[in-house]
């Protein structure tokens, strides 16, 4: 089997910077490599063209194109033409394409398209309360219904995605994975009482009802130490620096204890992972966050919010907490909690690792994976 994914980001030194969809994909095409599938990358919107082949994998860099005219509609047709012609080329058998912008409407391709939902811009638009263009609804809505098949990384997506959409065809459920032998929970940090949030700097993250939470949390406990980790994103509904908003929200005393670090690199996020206490991610709009899973591999407390996704992913009370971002009195008590019980630490961390060792691990979410792949084969030479 080969299975080519098309996406607009990859964690590689060669591609723009990649997010979440990007670690997962990674994930699963090490995992698929491991079991023996050909994988094939195709990562649009780059600064160059490049083709060449690194651990097993077949890059294909395809750069952002400029038109006259119907940029959206030709360039579709130009990375149309270029998957038809290394499908035949190298065999592929299925492509894997999500459902952000709808990148394959207009594309008539010659295998088997599968869509992921990992988040449409409707999707998170409606989570947001924004409008969304239109043009964005039209080619989501046309790459949706024109999939051969349709996956989603929790229920919670898929419901809300198939009700923007009035889908009708079946949506499986298989969620982001993690290579959880990648985290260590190493030597967790005795010397201070310090907690990290790592991620977007952005509203729709819960990141400006933090500044409030950290403010009562100061309150109780004037020692502790906030960091935000992350790069910053102009607010979608003021136009300032959201890291500015959060700023000007936050007590004198708060100020004092907080702290901004940039992006860095993966082993730098995990060595921050390392030195806190506790991570806090309250997030509004996720499909299923990397974020979560990866401080619970690291066997952190965890204080997360309750949206939508929240149950796929954690137990509360057993994996960590999760809260109404907006109750903010609630969410920074259960920070205090856990900052006055390290035993409860350690029995909730390790409750978040066993979690995602059995629901979320590489290996175990490949085998998901592959098996779906070979229905949609199996379906698509009937």
Known sequence: MHIAYLTPEYPHPQSNSSGGLGTSISNMANALIEKGVKVSLVIYGQETDSAFRENGIEFHLIRQRKYKFGGWFFYRKYIQNYLNRIS?????????????????????????????????????????????????????GLALKNADAL??????????TREIFDLKKRIIIIPNSIEVGKFNSGNMSKT??????????????GVLELAEIFNKVTEQRPDTKFILLGKDNIDVFEGKSTLELFRERLTADATRNFSHIQEVSYSEVIHYLHSCRLVVLPSFAEALPMTWLEAMAMEKALVTSDVGWAP?????????????PKDHDSFAEKIVNFL???????????AARKKVEQDFATEVVAQQNLEFYKQVLKRSTK
């Open 340 to 350: 006055d019980n390290p035993e409860l630490r350690k029995l909730m961390g390790r």
């Open 88 to 140: 035949s080329e190298n065999q592929i058998d299925l492509i894997e394409a999500p459902d952000w912008t709808g990148i394959t409407a207009f594309m008539v391709l010659n295998v088997p398209v599968v869509i992921r939902m990992n988040g449409s811009d409707a999707y998170f638009c409606k989570l947001d309360s924004r409008k969304q263009k239109w043009k964005n609804r039209l080619f989501e």
């Open 192 to 205: 201070n009482n310090q907690v990290l949030y790592f991620g977007t700097i952005i509203r729709k993250k």
């Open 312 to 324: 796929e992913v954690m137990e509360n009370g057993v994996t960590g907490y999760t809260v109404n």
């Open 151 to 160: 996956v989603s990384v929790s229920k919670f997506t898929a419901e809300i």
